[in-house]
């Protein structure tokens, strides 16, 4: 008995222990009927998630060695948050969709293979293919780390009808911001809805930055040396707030929060006459609503030309702690990701903005346009940007939590608080979740 | 046999006490061989942790767990000075306020009346306590339905009667009251169902002879049931204290700690400090602190109220 009894004892704890430890030589996974198995994470629901499913539905048939398993992780910042608990395990799945800003943490994480080293080792593909502007924010010091795979900008939604209802012409949406400021006024004279909107998401005040030209960070956005001092404070960032902060205290500033969703749903129910949203919206938007849809570029402050905007959205990055071959059939799907017609179905189906030039010319992309001029904007307005350290975009490691300090700024900033002091403390805070992630990269 | 006895009872004392020891000492390992497969699973995955969490709230700590530096109180010192703790800290308190002395006084009241005995009573019983049934995940979604900015229930409700929209989730002074009223809905249920339990164990003879002696309603209610609960009130209140400084779901999914850190509840931060920020040195001290002040209010509550408690 007393045996039995320190077996069982022995049992459970060295089932402890295994699972303690465990993850040696990585397996190939393999799928019943005999194909390599590659597992990918993205953060795609509704309606590019459909598409993401039909994107790798076409893959899978289109060979018989390799299967790829698209998986939904929720948010980009749920995804990440995935990933941190298996990152450099075998655990982990072959590809990740990470967000644009999550870039430098990414190359940092130790769960990575940089792509650059599959792209050097195949004569086939070539990232002179990619878009200039697309590729300037996803190299790092000349490499490729990840396929960029979705990428959007901001871009401004309005409601043609309302514009009708309140005496504006609905071909002429505001340029700049005081224009912004007086359609508000005029349509929520009106309409008595919102005049206009932004959701409280970080990524909206990096745009409206890069826009004016201004930087995030120092060092050329952190991109020439790693970065320390945060500039949202500066001229630039200023005008962003008091814009937002006159409006709030005209009353016609909508507050939708921070869910895309609830925006969108505001927007499509007519409780706001023009918003910000990403490019990714268009076909949702477009389809979804019951009135008139039109886009307009992001606006700027009087008297400026627009810079142009950051390139938003997600690449596709791979992991290490999988087996190589995993890793060569990974590739393999990642590149066809990147295939100009793929990419022309995919830009289609949801309005990001194909990754190649070439899928311009794709017809299935170009009867979209035609049919939807709405999604030419987002195309136009990137490429109208000039490349400079702005428009590239800011590089930290801890971006996600700028992000939620801007936002938190944004939302002091709705409640009537001073904005030179809010951009300020958010600066301030900013910096130091730097300094603390330097001391925990042991830098 | 009989030799046996009589050369035990030839021993001296020191020996003998010799012999007790070696029983008792027998005795607890024997003992803890029984409790060995608890003490395992508890220490694997209670106390390991709560060390390792101690341990880590005095280190530099990366995302992936590996210990960088020793930081002595660094971490503790970061989180006084820091003013979104301190943000955290007091939305947790005032959630507290908000939530338990209503929840009981709610659920309190819905069994007293439904401890009646009335025709169809079932029914109300069954109703009041369904909350119980409903998942944190479920009943925040249906509020987040509720308290939609633009096409929410209860925006739709005051627009149609001419007032204003509220910002029930998007404006700071209201999201912490919208996450409490989600709360104490969802507690209703649980606690419900105790109040009940307890009162249905106050035996009917008191309520009688009260009667007999011309004690009306109010008078029954503090001077019977009141006392005759309180054992079961006091279970409550230990019980809905620590549940509303550990909740977590309900703002995960209504607020996500917004509008500027006014919901980001304790438990909340520590989340988004591990978790979405990876820095889990400050987030263990915060687990730390969260474990200290819980368990000097449940001591507290164990110290002075417990004594007005009336146990039969």
């Given at each position: 008995m007393k045996k039995l009894f320190s077996l069982a004892v022995l049992v459970i704890l060295s089932v402890f222990l295994l699972a303690a430890c465990g993850d040696d030589d990585p397996e190939v996974e393999m799928t019943d009927d005999g194909k390599r198995l590659v597992t990918f994470w993205h953060a795609m629901g509704g309606g590019p998630g459909e598409a993401i499913d039909e994107m790798v539905n076409s893959y899978n048939e289109s060979q018989d060695e390799i299967y790829v398993d698209a998986v939904y992780q929720g948010s980009y910042e749920e995804l990440l948050n995935q990933l941190r608990a298996v990152g450099g395990t075998s655990e982990a799945p072959s590809i990740?969709?990470?967000?644009?800003?999550?870039?430098?943490?990414?190359s940092e994480s130790g769960f990575i293979e940089p792509l650059q080293t599959f792209i050097d080792g195949d004569d086939d593909f070539s990232v002179d293919n990619l878009e200039e502007n697309i590729l300037g924010y996803y190299q790092l010091d000349g490499d490729l780390y990840s396929m960029p795979f979705n990428t959007s900008n901001a871009i401004m939604f309005y409601n043609k009808d309302m514009f009708r209802e309140a005496g504006l012409d609905p071909e002429q949406p505001p340029r700049t911001f005081s224009e912004v400021q007086e359609y508000s006024q005029q349509l929520n004279d009106a309409t008595g809805?919102?005049?206009?909107?932004?959701?409280?998401?970080?990524?909206?005040?990096?745009?409206?930055?890069?826009?004016?030209?201004?930087?995030?960070?120092?060092?050329?956005?952190?991109?020439?040396?790693?970065?320390?001092?945060?500039?949202?404070?500066?001229?630039?960032?200023?005008?962003?707030?008091?814009?937002?902060?006159?409006?709030?205290?005209?009353?016609?500033?909508?507050?939708?929060?921070?869910?895309?969703?609830?925006?969108?749903?505001?927007?499509?129910?007519?409780?706001?006459?023009?918003?910000?949203?990403?490019?990714?919206?268009?076909?949702?938007?477009?389809?979804?609503?019951?009135?008139?849809?039109?886009?307009?570029?992001?606006?700027?402050?009087?008297?400026?030309?627009?810079?142009?905007?950051?390139?938003?959205?997600?690449?596709?990055?791979?992991?290490?702690?999988?087996?190589?071959?995993?890793?060569?059939?990974a590739f393999d799907f990642i590149k066809y990701t990147a295939d100009p017609e793929v990419q022309a179905v995919w830009a289609g189906a949801t309005g990001y903005f194909p990754i190649s030039p070439e899928a311009y010319n794709?017809?299935?992309?170009?009867?979209?346009?035609?049919?939807?001029?709405?999604?030419?904007?987002?195309?136009?307005?990137?490429?109208?940007?000039?490349?400079t350290p702005a428009t590239q975009g800011a590089l930290m490691g801890v971006f996600p939590e700028a992000r939620n300090?801007?936002?938190?700024?944004?939302?002091?900033?709705?409640?009537?608080?001073?904005?030179?002091?809010?951009?300020?403390?958010?600066?301030?805070?900013?910096?130091?979740?730097?300094?603390?992630?330097?001391?925990?990269?042991?830098? | 046999m009989t030799d046996q006895v009589a050369a035990k009872q030839l021993m001296d004392p020191a020996s003998r006490d010799k012999e007790k020891r070696k029983k008792a000492r027998k005795n607890f390992w024997t003992?803890?061989?029984?409790?060995?497969?608890?003490?395992?699973?508890?220490?694997?995955?209670?106390?390991?942790?709560?060390?390792?969490?101690?341990?880590?709230?005095?280190?530099?700590?990366?995302?992936?767990?590996?210990?960088?530096?020793?930081?002595?109180?660094?971490?503790?010192?970061?989180?006084?000075?820091?003013?979104?703790?301190?943000?955290?800290?007091?939305?947790?308190?005032?959630?507290?306020?908000?939530?338990?002395?209503?929840?009981?006084?709610?659920?309190?009241?819905?069994?007293?009346?439904?401890?009646?005995?009335?025709?169809?009573?079932?029914?109300?019983?069954?109703?009041?306590?369904?909350?119980?049934?409903?998942?944190?995940?479920?009943?925040?979604?249906?509020?987040?339905?509720?308290?939609?900015?633009?096409?929410?229930?209860?925006?739709?409700?005051?627009?149609?009667?001419?007032?204003?929209?509220?910002?029930?989730?998007?404006?700071?002074?209201w999201a912490l009251i919208s996450v409490s009223i989600t709360t104490i809905w969802m507690n209703l249920g649980f606690n419900f169902i105790i109040l009940l339990g307890g009162l249905q164990n106050i035996s009917e003879e008191l309520y009688e002879s009260a009667r007999v002696d011309g004690a009306g309603y109010w008078t029954q209610l503090f001077k019977i049931t009141i006392p005759l609960l309180s054992p079961t009130l006091f279970f409550v209140s230990v019980v809905t204290i620590i549940n509303s400084f550990q909740s977590f779901g309900q703002v995960d999914i209504l607020t996500g700690g917004g509008p500027n850190n006014s919901t980001n509840l304790i438990v909340y931060s520590i989340y988004r400090e591990a978790f979405e920020s990876g820095f889990f040195g400050t987030a263990s001290a915060q687990a730390m602190i969260l474990f200290a002040l819980v368990l000097i209010l449940t001591i507290i509550q164990f110290k002075f109220v417990e004594k007005k408690v009336h146990y039969q």
């Amino acid at each position: 008995m007393k045996k039995l009894f320190s077996l069982a004892v022995l049992v459970i704890l060295s089932v402890f222990l295994l699972a303690a430890c465990g993850d040696d030589d990585p397996e190939v996974e393999m799928t019943d009927d005999g194909k390599r198995l590659v597992t990918f994470w993205h953060a795609m629901g509704g309606g590019p998630g459909e598409a993401i499913d039909e994107m790798v539905n076409s893959y899978n048939e289109s060979q018989d060695e390799i299967y790829v398993d698209a998986v939904y992780q929720g948010s980009y910042e749920e995804l990440l948050n995935q990933l941190r608990a298996v990152g450099g395990t075998s655990e982990a799945p072959s590809i990740v969709q990470v967000y644009e800003v999550g870039t430098q943490y990414m190359s940092e994480s130790g769960f990575i293979e940089p792509l650059q080293t599959f792209i050097d080792g195949d004569d086939d593909f070539s990232v002179d293919n990619l878009e200039e502007n697309i590729l300037g924010y996803y190299q790092l010091d000349g490499d490729l780390y990840s396929m960029p795979f979705n990428t959007s900008n901001a871009i401004m939604f309005y409601n043609k009808d309302m514009f009708r209802e309140a005496g504006l012409d609905p071909e002429q949406p505001p340029r700049t911001f005081s224009e912004v400021q007086e359609y508000s006024q005029q349509l929520n004279d009106a309409t008595g809805e919102a005049g206009f909107a932004i959701l409280i998401y970080g990524w909206f005040f990096e745009q409206l930055l890069a826009n004016q030209g201004g930087l995030y960070l120092n060092n050329d956005n952190g991109r020439s040396a790693v970065a320390d001092e945060a500039l949202i404070n500066g001229e630039e960032g200023q005008r962003i707030f008091e814009w937002l902060n006159e409006m709030n205290e005209a009353g016609t500033l909508g507050n939708f929060g921070r869910q895309w969703d609830d925006i969108r749903t505001a927007f499509a129910a007519e409780n706001v006459a023009m918003y910000l949203d990403s490019t990714a919206a268009t076909r949702g938007n477009v389809e979804g609503a019951d009135f008139e849809v039109g886009t307009a570029f992001l606006p700027v402050p009087d008297g400026m030309d627009p810079q142009g905007v950051i390139v938003g959205g997600g690449s596709l990055w791979m992991t290490n702690g999988i087996a190589e071959e995993t890793q060569e059939a990974a590739f393999d799907f990642i590149k066809y990701t990147a295939d100009p017609e793929v990419q022309a179905v995919w830009a289609g189906a949801t309005g990001y903005f194909p990754i190649s030039p070439e899928a311009y010319n794709n017809e299935i992309l170009q009867d979209i346009y035609e049919e939807y001029p709405q999604f030419t904007t987002s195309v136009d307005q990137l490429q109208n940007t000039t490349l400079t350290p702005a428009t590239q975009g800011a590089l930290m490691g801890v971006f996600p939590e700028a992000r939620n300090i801007v936002e938190n700024a944004i939302e002091a900033l709705y409640q009537g608080e001073d904005s030179q002091e809010l951009l300020d403390q958010a600066a301030a805070d900013i910096e130091e979740q730097i300094e603390r992630y330097n001391q925990q990269q042991g830098n | 046999m009989t030799d046996q006895v009589a050369a035990k009872q030839l021993m001296d004392p020191a020996s003998r006490d010799k012999e007790k020891r070696k029983k008792a000492r027998k005795n607890f390992w024997t003992a803890m061989l029984f409790m060995l497969p608890a003490i395992a699973i508890i220490g694997f995955f209670l106390f390991y942790p709560m060390f390792k969490t101690l341990y880590f709230s005095f280190f530099v700590v990366n995302s992936r767990g590996d210990t960088i530096s020793f930081a002595g109180l660094s971490n503790y010192l970061y989180l006084w000075e820091s003013s979104t703790f301190r943000t955290s800290m007091k939305a947790t308190f005032l959630f507290a306020l908000y939530t338990v002395p209503t929840t009981i006084l709610v659920s309190l009241f819905l069994a007293v009346i439904t401890n009646e005995k009335v025709r169809g009573i079932p029914f109300f019983r069954v109703a009041f306590s369904s909350t119980l049934g409903v998942s944190v995940a479920a009943g925040a979604t249906i509020w987040l339905i509720l308290l939609h900015p633009s096409v929410g229930v209860f925006n739709n409700l005051l627009a149609g009667i001419g007032f204003d929209r509220i910002g029930w989730l998007t404006s700071s002074t209201w999201a912490l009251i919208s996450v409490s009223i989600t709360t104490i809905w969802m507690n209703l249920g649980f606690n419900f169902i105790i109040l009940l339990g307890g009162l249905q164990n106050i035996s009917e003879e008191l309520y009688e002879s009260a009667r007999v002696d011309g004690a009306g309603y109010w008078t029954q209610l503090f001077k019977i049931t009141i006392p005759l609960l309180s054992p079961t009130l006091f279970f409550v209140s230990v019980v809905t204290i620590i549940n509303s400084f550990q909740s977590f779901g309900q703002v995960d999914i209504l607020t996500g700690g917004g509008p500027n850190n006014s919901t980001n509840l304790i438990v909340y931060s520590i989340y988004r400090e591990a978790f979405e920020s990876g820095f889990f040195g400050t987030a263990s001290a915060q687990a730390m602190i969260l474990f200290a002040l819980v368990l000097i209010l449940t001591i507290i509550q164990f110290k002075f109220v417990e004594k007005k408690v009336h146990y039969q």
